[in-house]
């Protein structure tokens, strides 16, 4: 079976950095054989050069998950897939700019067929890309969208925080268990960093802000 892991989060959240470390750790420190499936999303925006409009939201959802289910089928058939987001974000973004909650429904369907649900934490610093990215206020109000949803379905899931190194182990400890075994012992640097958290299913993004900030400011011993 090819396990999916999915990273969700709105922009400047890290998912896209966060793919392609765990796709490299995985190939570089196991045997397993991990696929990325980029964000469709931000694809079609490069192309066309401009924000997708109401009407054109759905078919964009359905074609991340069917990008998913694409990967999954390749032969030979890889171990993990690693989901740069998933029809929900896109689902948040048309509840937030279109005031359209229809897209929702079928996206958390979806969710429910993919094994593994990462949150990006809302510790790192939102950065304007000069196209795409609206404001930290647009980032926080998706990720609301993303916790509602996702708790109101009972589906579970993980938020992951940190910079670099960081936020890879925490991540790793999580798929670990899903693939039988401790990803993060397989780098010696990452399990020597080996840290605890507990923010699974939180629901409050400004107490999660006000912790790390608090973190990063203070001072060091």
């Not at 750790?25 to 397993?32: D, R, W």
Request: glycine share 6%.
């Amino acid at each position: 079976m090819t396990l999916i892991v999915t990273l969700l989060g709105g922009e400047s959240t890290g998912k896209s950095s966060l793919a392609r470390s765990l796709q490299q750790h995985l190939a570089q420190h196991t045997t397993l054989r991990a696929v990325c499936v980029p964000e469709n999303l931000r694809q079609w925006c490069t192309r066309a050069g401009r924000a997708p409009q109401a009407h054109e939201q759905d078919a964009l959802a359905e074609e991340q998950h069917r990008h998913i289910v694409a990967a999954t089928q390749a032969r030979p058939a890889p171990d993990v897939v690693i989901a740069d987001t998933t029809p929900l974000v896109i689902a948040a973004y048309s509840e937030l700019y279109f005031n359209d909650s229809s897209l929702l429904p079928g996206a958390i369907a979806h969710q429910r067929g993919y094994h593994s649900t990462l949150l990006m934490g809302l510790d790192l610093p939102w950065v304007p890309d000069g196209l795409f990215r609206d404001s930290p206020a647009m980032r926080d109000a998706i990720d609301n969208i993303l916790r509602r949803e996702l708790q109101a379905a009972g589906l579970t899931f993980q938020t992951v925080y940190g910079r670099g190194d960081a936020r890879l182990h925490q991540a790793l400890e999580v798929l670990g268990p899903l693939t039988g075994s401790s990803l993060v012992d397989t780098d010696p640097a990452l399990a020597q960093g080996r840290i605890a958290w507990n923010c699974d299913k939180c629901s409050d993004p400004e107490c999660e802000h006000r912790l790390f900030t608090g973190l990063i400011k203070s001072p060091r011993p």
